[in-house]
């Protein structure tokens, strides 16, 4: 009788003892795992100069097994100019470590040259849109300059440490030959005020003297004005006629009230653009 109370009551401690030390393992594990594989920015060298920003990711992928595809950098500036931006670019997609190199345009170059950047804060955010997870990290203007300005590993040079695959080139094998045949002429020249061909009605059009040139078209009035889906943000539609197009970080917009009756700027506008997604109806 005795000989069997000690052995329940060992059996009873030993049972007590291994769930305090499998508890005490799974503390431990999580404690690990926040110190050593919280997710991690690093501010790489773009290859896009002022007007880009290159980064790496990298986070525990079997805790989250997620996709990201966004990135937002933000500019905290309260005693400087601007006192505050937001830089906001979808890439790729990825469910692995990864590094982007993304051309962020004027704006980045705008952020970098921030009056008072020194003793701003600079908050660089990477978030999955499809799974709403975000990651972010802060840091004082000062020190985000020197990692932008001092950083010499690329994202390529990144992808290739993470192994990411190369994409595959295809080539496309011609039939016959693999000598292409030449671009067919088609006679048409592109109707822009910097084509000499044209020159003479962009100068009438703006009241200059065209005696002796062609004759002078007459300007007219659209009704609309309208951006259809693919804008690739070249600005530069917004570069030829700021009062009607605005350029954002991810599409193109036509300004409220813009002014319409300037139908040979907005087409100018439309034959400059290299994805043709500019349109417009003439008045009448
Ligand atoms: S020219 Fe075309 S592609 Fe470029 S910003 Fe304007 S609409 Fe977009």
């Known amino acids: 009788m005795n000989t069997t109370f000690i052995a329940m009551a060992v059996a009873i401690l ?28 690093e501010i790489l060298k773009s290859q896009y100069g002022e007007n880009g920003f290159a980064f790496s990711f990298v986070w525990d ?20 100019n601007p006192v505050q931006m937001e830089i906001t670019r979808e890439f790729e997609p990825s469910g692995k470590d990864f ?5 962020l345009g004027h704006k980045m170059k705008d952020l970098i040259e ?20 975000t990651h972010h990290i802060s840091m004082k203007g000062n020190s985000f300059k020197e990692k932008f300005n001092n950083a010499t590993l ?44 044209f020159a003479a009605i962009f100068a009438g059009a703006a009241g200059g003297d065209v005696s002796g040139g062609a004759a002078a078209a007459a300007n007219y009035s ?14 530069a539609c917004e570069g030829i006629f700021p009062e009607v197009f605005e350029v954002t970080d991810t599409t193109c917009l036509i300004r409220p009230g813009a ?7 907005i087409q100018e506008a439309a034959e400059a653009c290299p994805v043709e997604v500019i349109k417009f109806t003439k008045v009448g």
């Open 14 to 41: 030993l049972g007590i003892g291994l769930l305090i030390g499998i508890g005490a393992l799974s503390l431990l594990s999580g404690a690990l795992n926040f110190l050593f594989v919280k997710p991690k920015i």
């Open 61 to 80: 992928q079997t805790a989250e097994p997620v996709s990201f595809d966004r990135l937002k950098i933000q500019l905290f500036n309260p005693f400087g």
């Open 99 to 103: 590094a982007r190199d993304l051309d």
């Open 114 to 133: 921030a009056k008072g950047l020194d003793s701003a804060t600079i908050e660089i955010e990477v978030a999955s849109s499809r799974e709403s997870v």
């Open 154 to 197: 690329s994202a390529t040079e990144t992808n290739e440490k993470f192994a990411v695959p190369k994409e595959i080139t295809r080539f496309e094998i011609p039939e016959r030959t693999f000598i292409s045949p030449p671009l067919p002429k088609t006679g048409k020249a592109l109707k822009i005020a910097t084509n000499p061909e």
């Open 222 to 235: 659209v009704s609309k004005v309208w951006i259809e889906p693919g804008c690739i943000v070249c600005d």
């Open 259 to 265: 002014p319409l009756n300037d139908g040979l700027r």
